[in-house]
Every structure is written in structure tokens, then in C-alpha cells.
T-cell receptor
Framework: RKEVEQDPGPFNVPEGATVAFNCTYS??????FFWYRQDCRKEPKLLMS???SGNEDGRFTAQLNRASQYISLLIRDSKLSDSATYLC?????????????FGSGTQLTVLP | ETGVTQTPRHLVMGMTNKKSLKCEQH?????MYWYKQSAKKPLELMFV???????ENNSVPSRFSPECPNSSHLFLHLHTLQPEDSALYLC???????????FGSGTQLSVL
């Protein structure tokens, strides 16, 4: 089983739609969680951290369910510019170091 | 402006060439990383440096040789690469290992 699993998509949605992505992680000792977005042929950029209480940033809402070991990202009122690949990232301690593990990403295309 | 500058953006090299990728971060971070991203695959961690000391090396072939002369600069020296090494190579930094990453724009490498 992969340490971080995401539905690869693609998700094709019309402008204005609400879309949700889920991500599951296998290691219960995971400590920090992030969503990154990556545009085609560009570097990943931090979208938002995910906090235990859930957090919102404009049209984006992230939630964490530690009991079920998944995190989610909800995008409301989708814009064309939201088209990208969304990467789930999980941080945990391995030995004496903390390390980040990336999911394979979920591809989103917002259609006019 | 991400604060992490990576050069070159594109690189084409033959299997007998020697080249180097350069990364510089202006964020005052203590950890720097090299990642490899192949098509349709998640980001693969290659090397981690914390305060100029290598803390992780994920079984990367010796034809990839990292160098971290100080906490702001990171190099990846390449020699006798194989065509399967063609990928996007991303430099990143974080305040400490395992915290959220800030990426450079990447080097798209093609090995002929």
C-alpha cells in the first residue's frame, strides 16, 4: 500500500462547480499535512496547510480526519485558473528526521 | 518570486557529459532538498541537507552527486547519466527538515 494515496482523476468540472479531493495516508504517526498545486511543467506551490480543526482560505477548505487517516480539499465556485494537479503531502518522523511524502496528485480541469 | 532560484531551466546532455544543477535559496532556511519528478509518478526525494550536512540519501545512483557548500546553496553534479534519468529535477528548501517546502522552478533534464 502506498504511504499517501490520491485519486489521480482527471476531474473535469464546469466553472462554478464545487469539487472535492480526498487523500489517504497509511502511517498513523503522520504529523503534518499540506496541499500543494502544480501547474503543467511548473514547480509545486504550497496551497495550504491542513490543521486538525479544519481550515479555510477563500474558496478552499481543507479538513483532516485522523481517525480515518484522510485529508480532503474542497474547492467552491471553481475558476478556470484552478486547473492544475493537486498534491497531497504528509509529514512524519522517520528515525531522527522528519520527512515529507507526496501523493501522485489529482488532476483537475475546470471547463468554461 | 518563490525565494528559491534554480538553474538552468532546461538541460539536454549526452550520456558522457558532466553537468551541474544549481540552487540558491534566499529564505534563511536550514534545510535543502533535491527531488526528481518523472512523468506520471510522485515526487521522489533524492537528497536532504540540514545545516549543510546530508541527512538523507534515498539510494540514489552515484552518477548523481550533491554538494552543499553552505545553507543557501545546493548543487547536483551529474555524470554518465542514462536516458531513464530524464525528468524534472526540483530543488526545495524548508525552515527545518520536514516542514513545508518551497520549490525552485525546476530543471527539465533530457538525457540523449
Amino acid at each position: 500500500r502506498k504511504e499517501v494515496e490520491q485519486d489521480p482523476g482527471p476531474f473535469n468540472v464546469p466553472e462554478g462547480a464545487t469539487v472535492a479531493f480526498n487523500c489517504t495516508y497509511s502511517n498513523s504517526a503522520s504529523q503534518s499535512f499540506f496541499w500543494y498545486r502544480q501547474d503543467c511543467r511548473k514547480e509545486p506551490k504550497l496551497l495550504m496547510s491542513v490543521y486538525s480543526s479544519g481550515n479555510e482560505d477563500g474558496r478552499f477548505t481543507a479538513q483532516l480526519n485522523r481517525a480515518s487517516q484522510y485529508i480532503s480539499l474542497l474547492i467552491r465556485d471553481s475558476k478556470l485558473s484552478d486547473s492544475a494537479t493537486y498534491l497531497c503531502v504528509v509529514s512524519r518522523t522517520s528515525g531522527s528526521a522528519r520527512q515529507l511524502t507526496f501523493g501522485s496528485g489529482t488532476q483537475l480541469t475546470v471547463l468554461p | 518570486e518563490t525565494g528559491v532560484t534554480q538553474t538552468p531551466r532546461h538541460l539536454v546532455m549526452g550520456m558522457t557529459n558532466k553537468k551541474s544543477l544549481k540552487c540558491e535559496q534566499h529564505l534563511g532556511h536550514n534545510a535543502m532538498y533535491w527531488y526528481k519528478q518523472s512523468a506520471k509518478k510522485p515526487l521522489e526525494l533524492m537528497f536532504v541537507y540540514s545545516l549543510e550536512e546530508r541527512v538523507e540519501n534515498n539510494s540514489v545512483p552515484s552518477r548523481f552527486s550533491p554538494e552543499c557548500p553552505n545553507s543557501s546553496h545546493l548543487f547536483l553534479h551529474l555524470h554518465t547519466l542514462q536516458p531513464e534519468d530524464s525528468a524534472l529535477y526540483l530543488c526545495a528548501s524548508s525552515r527545518t527538515p520536514g516542514e513545508k517546502l518551497f520549490f525552485g522552478s525546476g530543471t527539465q533534464l533530457s538525457v540523449l
